[in-house]
């Protein structure tokens, strides 16, 4: 069964810097792109961009490109999502999912979600 | 960006009803559709890629359709469990972007 488990909730000030996980496990990690996407508070699902975790190659959604870094621990089948520097407006519940299929696939399987929460 | 136009925002129907959802692309974008289904409070959940590929598990009252810009999802003989939000997406190319969303009640 392919599970993907993320690490707990999180609250923090603006400025400070983050790392959230997400953890794969009942398949090939390193065969499917990993991708990350962002809800915040009551709206609607944006794609952040993904991690091919056997080459660690990137894409990220010019909207997030600058803002956050993906990288990846294949030792441990995780990946992870990171700020350097965080916002208020970083206020969101963050998924990671596999993509499955032709083109960019679609997601197939999604972690339970990472609550993040930026107040001073 | 391939902008994908949902609608309606929000459908309240009755259940035994037929619920149907349109998504429009902003550009070709072949078969490369995806819904989810987001029940309150839970993860997405795939349902259907490929525009009309119901993904395993999910129940065959639920049907898409279209290519390659217009797509509709359709609920046949709604159910309680089917209140949620259901959003398109498009995968054909990066970045990937949803819909905006379509909320269904009951």
């Known amino acids: 069964e392919v599970q993907l488990v993320q690490s707990g909730p999180e609250v923090k000030k603006p400025g400070e810097s983050l790392r959230i996980s997400c953890k794969g496990s009942?398949?090939?990690?390193?065969?499917?792109?990993l991708g990350w996407v962002r809800q915040k508070p009551g709206k609607g699902l944006e794609w952040m961009g993904l991690i091919n975790p056997g080459t660690s190659d990137t894409i990220y959604s010019p909207s997030f490109q600058g803002l956050v870094t993906f990288s990846v621990d294949k030792s441990t089948n995780t990946a992870f999502l990171q700020w350097n520097t965080l916002r208020a407006s970083d206020t969101a519940i963050f998924f990671c999912?596999?993509?499955?299929?032709?083109?960019?696939?679609?997601?197939?399987?999604w972690g339970q979600g990472t609550p993040v929460t930026v107040t001073a | 960006d391939i902008q994908m136009t949902q609608s309606p925002s929000f459908v309240s129907a009755s259940v035994g009803d037929r619920v149907t959802i349109t998504c429009r692309a902003s550009q070709a974008i072949s078969n490369y559709v995806a819904w989810y289904q987001q029940r309150p409070g839970e993860v997405p959940t795939l349902l259907i890629s490929g525009a009309s590929i119901l993904q395993t598990g999910v129940a065959p009252r639920f049907s898409g359709s279209g290519s390659p810009t217009d797509f509709t999802l359709t609920i046949n003989t709604l159910q309680p469990e089917d209140v949620a939000t259901y959003f398109c997406?498009?995968?054909?190319?990066?970045?990937?972007?949803f819909g905006g969303g379509t909320k269904v009640e009951i």
């Open positions: 997406q498009n995968y054909f190319d990066v970045p990937l972007t």
């Open positions: 999912a596999r993509h499955y299929g032709s083109s960019y696939g679609s997601l197939d399987s």
């Open positions: 009942g398949y090939g990690f390193s065969s499917y792109w």
